[in-house]
């Protein structure tokens, strides 16, 4: 059992019924700063000048390599919590040192766009049942859907490997001109900045239950929500099932959140952040 009460009221605008407002597949990204990744704050350029210092001292040049530094830096740096305040401020996540996996995933995207990296969110309404391992005493109270904002970051074809859709270009161009094998750059999401994982050689696929989240796994094994195929028949990785919408893609996540609210409606957020958002993931519910 699921719950609609603390939820807004949600119009579904998928790329079909967004009209003229942007062809499907063809929404662009940015490296501009927003009112949620203020990549222009103090604590944000802090931290980009630690992303480039540690990447220099590991010999990562590429912006890929870059952007496994800085994963692996709010690893450690931002606690994972249960935060339900999708729209924070990036500078304030820093500020708190914790964050939900929405959050920390806004600061990397933070981060990609101070080092010019372009960045868009897809969309993605996941069935409230996955989180149940997390809350199996408070399942009544789990929404019934998730609003989720799955990053994507445009990369260099021989850089991005490949695309948004697990095989080409985010779009369905393959990241190189076929005329002149020229490497152009392709959308690539955020579970597949690491390259190479499986989950029969990574402990198994994500289980969204302990300390690991979204967040961590994504560098540990392989996460999809578009199986079968990307998946290679690796079912682990398969987090198609829960998916019950894909909203498609938007410039950034304030575009998003700004067209579908959050997961939440005003009140509930507004007597659960205080404790949600400091209830570390994994902690006994």
């Keep these: 059992m699921t719950s609609r009460l603390l939820m807004p ?15 499907a597949g063809e929404v662009p990204g940015s490296t501009r700063s927003t009112p949620i990744l203020d990549r222009e704050h103090p604590l944000v350029t802090a931290l980009v000048a630690r992303v480039l210092r540690e990447s220099e001292a590991r010999g990562a040049v590429t912006d890929r390599a870059r952007l496994q530094v800085a994963h692996g830096i709010l690893v450690t740096a931002v606690r994972p919590v249960y935060s339900v305040e999708d729209r924070r401020r990036v500078s304030r996540t820093l ?22 990296v372009e960045t868009r969110v897809r ?5 409230g049942t996955f989180w149940y391992p997390r809350f199996p005493k408070l399942r009544a109270f789990v929404p019934e859907e998730v609003l989720l904002a799955w990053p994507e970051f445009r990369l ?25 094998g020229a490497d152009e750059s392709v959308w690539v999401p955020i579970a597949e900045l690491f390259t190479g994982l499986g989950p029969a050689e990574h402990g198994g696929g994500f289980t969204n239950s302990g300390a690991e989240t ?34 498609g893609r938007f410039s950034s996540r304030d575009e998003l959140f700004d067209l579908h609210g959050q997961t939440l409606c005003r ?5 659960a952040e205080p404790v949600l958002g400091r209830w570390s993931a994994g902690a006994a519910a």
């Design 9 to 23: 009221v949600r119009t579904v605008l998928t790329d079909r019924t967004r009209g003229a407002e942007a062809p």
């Design 95 to 116: 500020r708190l040192g914790r964050g939900s996996c929405s959050q920390r995933m806004a600061v990397l995207e933070a981060v990609a766009r101070s080092l010019g």
């Design 123 to 127: 969309g993605l309404l996941v069935d």
């Design 156 to 180: 260099d074809g021989a850089d991005g490997n490949t695309g948004a859709d697990g095989h080409t270009g985010a779009d369905g161009d393959t990241g190189a001109d076929a005329s002149t």
């Design 214 to 247: 979204l967040f961590e796994a994504v560098a540990r094994t392989t996460v999809d929500w578009d199986a079968p195929a990307a998946c290679a028949g690796s079912a682990p990785c398969d987090l198609s099932a829960h998916l019950r919408t894909d909203l």
């Design 267 to 271: 009140p509930a957020r507004t007597l």
